[in-house]
C-alpha cells in the first residue's frame, strides 16, 4: 500500500481540475490510496502557512506531487509560502527519500511554466526527495503531453471556463503523471 | 537623472544590510537617485500583497532591483506575493524597458541562490525589463564576488548577527551591482 | 551607429530561418548593421570550437544574439563548443557591456525551450553582457509571441520544410526581438 | 544485482576525481556493480558524438549519473555532445524509468554549477528517468556537502593538481551521491 498526496494551490479552480486527473491517475494504481490536499490563502497570515493537519496527511504520504498555476513566472505566492512552511521538515530530513513530482497550468502554450516545475524540483531536492517526471513522448495522437513538458505535466488554462480548460489531452496528462508516480511509489515501498 | 529602487524582502535583517549596501553603490553614481524599499508582511492578506505606495515609487523608478532571502530554494513567499501583485503592471507593460537586477542570501556557499536569481531574471523578463547582471570576475583579492555568481550579486548568512553577515565582501559585492545598474540606466535615459 | 551579430547553430535549417528574421528586424532599425554568423561543425575538433574571423565580427559588435536549436534540452552541442572556446574573452572581459539576446527552435509548443533560453542568459550573464528579451505580450490577433516566451523568442518547428516551420508568426516574433534588441544598442551607445 | 554507470567528461582531471569518489561510493553498495564511462573527445567529429560501446554499457544499466565540469555557465560541449547523441535513446524510450543522478566541478563555490545540475536533470526528464539528488545537510562539521547543493552533487577546483581539488569533503559529496543512487536503484530493481 502506499499513500500519494496531491498538494496544490489554485486561484480559479483550473489547477485544481488539472490535480483531480493526476489523483483519478494516482488513485487508479490497485493498492495506493491518493488524496487531494488544497492550499487554502487563508492559512497564510503576513506571508507565513500554517495548517497543522495538511502537513501531517503530506507527513503520512510515500509520494508528494506538488501542483500550482504559474503566476509571473513562477509557482503562485500561497504555493511558496506553503513550501517556506516545510522549513520545519527540511532541518529534520522528514521527508528525505518521498517521491515527488509537480504540474502547473498557465494560460499561454509554454509561457515560462517550465520554470515553476524547475522550482518543484528544486524544492524537492532541497527536501532529499526522488523526482518522478512527465515519460510520454508528445508525438501522439491523442494529445498527451501535447506542450512537450518533461520534467512534470503542463495544462493550458486562460479565463476560460473550468470545464473547458484545462482541455481533456492536459487532464488525461496529468492522470498519466499521477499513474506513474504512484507506479514508483510502490516500487520504492516493497 | 535617474531613480533606482531596490525593493527586497527580509526575514532576519541579513538581506536588508545586502540591500542597503546595494542602494549606497547606486547612489554613489553622479545624477542618480536611490531609495530602499521594503516589502512588508503585513501588506500581505491570505497570500496576496497589497501597497499601492510600493507599487507608487516602483512605477515613477528607472530601475528596480530585487532582492529576497533564498527561501526553500526560491525567494521567500513575501516577495513572490509582492511579484503577483505586480500582474496589474504586466498587463498593461507598466515596467517595460526599466532596468532590472537581482539579489539574494542564504546561508551556505551555493545553496539554490542561483534559482531565486533566475526566477528575479524570469519576473523581469515577463515585465519586458532589461536585465544587468555581476559583471565582477571572482579572481580578486578583496574578495568581490567570491561566491562565483554573474546573473545577479550572491550573500552568504545563516544564523550570525546582521553586522557580522554578510561579510564586508559580499556587501562590496552588492555596491559594484548597484553601480552598475545605475550607470545602465543613466545611459538608457539619456 | 551600432552593429548586431546575430550567431546560430542550426542542424536542418528551421534555426537559420528564425536567425533570418532577427536579421532583419535589427537592420530595420535605421543606424543599425546586423549580421548572420553561423556556427559551422567543420570548425570543432574533438569537441573544440575555432573560427578567428567569428569571434573578431563578435568582438566589433555592440550586440550579440545567440540562436540554436533546442536538442535534449539545452542548446546544441555545436553552439555549446562556440560557447566554451568563448571563455578567452571571459578571462578578460572582452563582451563585458554589450547586449545580448536569445532565441530557439524545437518540435513541441513549450518542449524545454525555455531551459535553452536560461542557458543563452547563464552565458550572457558570465560575460558581463546586458540582457534584452521578448517584450511582446501574447494576447494579440497577430500570433506574435503565440508560445508565451519572456526571456528571448520561441519558434516552432519539427520535421516540416523550412519554408513552413517556423511559420509567418515566429518569425514575426523573432524581428521584433531583433528590433528590440537593436533598439537598446543604440541607446547604449549613444 | 544492480549495474549503476557514472558517465562523465573531463578537461583537465579534476571532474574523474568527483567521478572514481561517486564509483566508489556506489560500489560500496552490496548487489552494485559500479563503472566509470569516460567521454571522449576523440569520438566527438564536426560536433557529432559517436561511440556504440559507451552507449550499449549505459543501456545495460539500471542508473546513469551525469559528470561534466561547469563551463562558461553550463556543462561541456563534450558531454553535450554526448546528450545530443542520446537522442536516439530518447526517440524509443530506451532509457525510460532508469535512476539518473548528476555532480560537476568548477572554480568558485558557486558558479553557475546549479545551471549545470539543472540541465542534467532536463536531459534525465526528456529521458523518463527517475532522478535522485544530493540528500545532505550541509551542516556537518566533516564538509558534507559543504557548497550547499541539493539536485546533484558539486565539486570546487579551479587550477589546483587534481591530488588537491576537488578536496576531500566534496569527493566524500560524491561518494555519499553514489552510495544514494545505488540504493535507490537497487530498491527499484527488486
Redesign the interface.
Known amino acids: 500500500m502506499a499513500t500519494i498526496s496531491i498538494v496544490h494551490f489554485s486561484g480559479s479552480g483550473h489547477t485544481t481540475k488539472m490535480a483531480e486527473a493526476v489523483v483519478q491517475g494516482a488513485a487508479s494504481v490497485p493498492g495506493v490510496t491518493a488524496q487531494l490536499v488544497t492550499i487554502n ?2 492559512d ?1 497570515n ?4 500554517k495548517n497543522d493537519d495538511v502537513f501531517k496527511q503530506l507527513d503520512a504520504s510515500d509520494a508528494i506531487i506538488f501542483g500550482s498555476p504559474t ?8 504555493f ?2 506553503f ?2 512552511a ?2 520545519e521538515r ?1 532541518f529534520r ?1 522528514g521527508w ?2 518521498k517521491v515527488s513530482a509537480g504540474f502547473t497550468v ?10 515553476t516545475l ?2 518543484f ?6 527536501h ?11 508525438y501522439n495522437d491523442k494529445g498527451i503531453n ?6 512534470g505535466a ?1 495544462g493550458q488554462a486562460g479565463q476560460e471556463p473550468t470545464d473547458v480548460a484545462p482541455n481533456a489531452a492536459d487532464k488525461h496528462t496529468g492522470e498519466l503523471l499521477g499513474q506513474r508516480v504512484a507506479t ?1 511509489a510502490l ?2 515501498k ?1
Open positions: 490563502g487563508d497564510i503576513k506571508g507565513r502557512y503566476y509571473m513566472g513562477g509557482p503562485a505566492a500561497q511558496k509560502a513550501a517556506d516545510s522549513a527540511w530530513g528525505r527519500d498557465s494560460g499561454s502554450p509554454s509561457g515560462d511554466k517550465l520554470s524547475h522550482y524540483f528544486t524544492l524537492a531536492m532541497q532529499g526527495m526522488i523526482w518522478v517526471g512527465m515519460a510520454e513522448s508528445p501535447r506542450l512537450g513538458s518533461f520534467s503542463m514508483v516500487k520504492l516493497r
